[in-house]
């Protein structure tokens, strides 16, 4: 899947938060064979993702992360000590950076 990096207008209205983020997982150490598989999505990649119409994937303040699940445990712990949320997937992790709700809460006009 196509990792999209968020657009122009996203960032610009994100930037503080956004640099916020992505400090806070760069606290998080690579593990072999780990990659992000989505950032960004606009609303057409968000739909076929599956993503839930207010998610953070939206605004660029969640990233998903493949890697073998034995590495899942050490990750999530290391996310949650950054300030991050962490959801376990059967296929990834996710960390963002706002609780449910808190992406269009900050920018509702992202999702208009
Ligand atoms: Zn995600």
Redo the contacts with the bound molecule.
Sequence with gaps: MLVRVPPDYVLRQTWPSLVDFLTKLGGISPVPGGYVS?WYRDVEANRRANGHPHSS?RVGL?V?YVCDSKWHPELIEQGRALGLIVVRYATHL?FQALPAGGAIAQFPHLFA
């Design positions: 989505s994937h969640a998903d996710h």
